[in-house]
């Protein structure tokens, strides 16, 4: 389709009654009293330019709040036009850019983007005390020759529990079912200055021979629970003296959080909510769990 | 600065032995067998497409995997060139974009960008076992007359227990001491397909005075628990039937995870992990806690 010929039919709609006919940028109204451009076709950056231009007018006459463009990858010609036209940056991925302006006289109400990372770390004791632990081959541990427990990122779109479980399978080859999240911590300014969540969990073993991821594992082993709490880097350090002390908890009956799923209220979409399933279910007292 | 002087004070490190000086953008190696460029000074494009092109030859020469760059939005004309020569964006804030690149032959192991946007929900009851809500004036809840537990968006860098103070105080006036997290769901395709952690948590109220917002807030209130808990919308929907599942549960010894500080151990960074302390400290048996 030519540029003319995907202009003309962004803007019959727009004409349809004859009148009042302005020549603006295809867009729909987002929940907030903003709007929405989703470029999809290419357009001459001259063209976008006087359309942007006569659209944002219009909008502000509308008393438009938040102004919102979409460009996809292949239209990075266009970006320029935008930034030059008063927009920002919103977030990106690797296919496409956002980009936002706020044209009201009101406070920006702009929603943050995205702001942390979600990690995982996995304990996984089989019934002879021994802890799943892996040496790293690249990254902060690299060399450092410490025993550690496997960790991983959360994948867009994935469930916590489910890293858990991949992300040991991946490295290890251990098959686990999920127990719950133990503790979690906060962090800030790590990748790209951004925060870091990173969630606690135990696992129980389904399987026990170790097949080694070799991209990023140097080795994988079952280490005795002791054992692997007297390295010396896991001794000196407060982040894992907490793992040690929370493992040493949960065999006294520590208990954590649980995955339960939860249909939300306004689209259906089923996700999880994890609460501390013990004493959620208990009523006053707390029996022994042991 | 004129482009010329910027680009020779850029090259004049790379040309310091006087020999095997090649053309290249100025670069700082990570921690991953990548280069990370910081744009600052503006270029021509053309200059900088032949640099890149050179750059990238030279990177490949030497193994290199991940090739990032760093656009300030002062230098939006030399995105277009950065996507020519290969590039992808990784991720963006208003003020900058970054782009990247894998050249390696091996698997790529770019990092994800931020994928979690982190919420809180604060209950806050009084010891007249009253509720601190609130009616919103837009988003979701607009128009539909629920009395709803004070929620909000964890700003950039924030913790999250002074999340939920801050948005208590911001809508309601009330000041609070952070008690613990009860919960927390996690959620998928939210705002612009992004993931959601939505952290339940409860505080003490330090004060009692109501002193509304009035940008998002429409009304704010101490609600007798019960009254708030048989609101039709509260009963019949399951994330808000867990909230008050949970807040029965607290009268009954429901442990939640309570922040303690903890220090980095390669950034000597404060950080706060979040564990059940009273499962954490007590030994063996669990007494009574009412």
């Known amino acids: 389709m030519s540029v003319s010929a995907s202009l003309s039919s962004l803007m019959d709609h727009l004409c349809e009654n004859g009148v009042d006919c302005v020549e603006m940028l295809p867009a729909i109204n987002d929940a907030h009293g903003g709007v929405i451009v989703d470029m999809k076709e290419p357009m001459d950056p001259k ?44 977030h990106a991925e690797p296919n496409y850019l956002m980009l936002v302006q706020w044209i009201s006289e009101t406070a920006s109400t702009i929603p943050l983007n995205a702001s942390h990372r979600v990690g995982i770390g996995a304990i996984v004791l089989n019934n002879k005390k021994e802890v799943l632990v892996v040496q790293e081959k690249s990254g902060r541990f ?43 911590r906060q962090a800030h300014k790590l990748f790209f200055g951004k925060s870091d969540l990173c969630f606690l969990c135990i696992l129980h073993p389904l399987s026990f021979d170790i097949k080694k991821q070799d991209l990023e594992i140097e080795a994988v082993q079952w280490m005795p629970f002791e054992e692997y709490a007297a390295q010396p880097f896991i001794e000196k350090h407060e982040p894992y003296k907490y793992i040690t002390e929370i493992c040493l908890a949960v065999q006294r009956g520590y208990a954590g959080f649980s995955p339960r799923p939860l249909t939300s209220f306004f689209d259906e979409q089923m996700s999880y909510i994890y609460v501390n399933s013990r004493d959620l279910d208990n009523s006053i007292s707390f029996p022994d769990q042991s």
Chains 1, 2 share one sequence.
Request: glycine share 10%; net charge negative; charged share 25%.
């Open 47 to 90: 063209l976008f330019a006087t359309l942007l231009r006569a659209s944002i007018s219009k909008w502000k006459e509308q008393g438009k709040k938040g102004l919102w463009i979409k460009l996809p990858i292949a239209l990075v010609n266009l970006v320029e036009t935008a930034v030059k036209e008063g927009f920002c940056y919103h």
């Open 142 to 184: 690299q060399g450092l020759g410490v025993w550690k427990i496997p960790t991983g990122v959360v994948d867009a779109g994935e469930e916590l529990f489910m890293t858990a479980i991949r992300e040991v399978k991946e490295e290890t080859g251990i098959d686990t079912e999920f127990v719950e999240v133990l503790a979690f």
